[in-house]
């Protein structure tokens, strides 16, 4: 019963870190460069941006 069953479920697990890396890396970029803009924008104006945003996202 058992021996069938492993190879399976690894094959899911696999598949499925697979998956979990590349969306995984996916928002590892989306956020490196969501905090490199935050981070040039709080250079650039001092904290008034991200007020700003503050202010825009509960509207």
Do not use: D
């Amino acid at each position: 019963m058992i021996k069938p069953i492993v190879p399976y479920w690894k094959k899911l697990a696999f598949r499925i870190r697979k998956r979990l890396k590349g969306s995984l890396l996916a928002q590892m970029k989306r956020s490196l460069g969501a905090t490199e803009i935050e981070t040039g924008n709080k250079n650039e104006q001092g904290n008034e941006s991200f007020s700003s945003q503050v202010r825009t996202s509960s509207w």
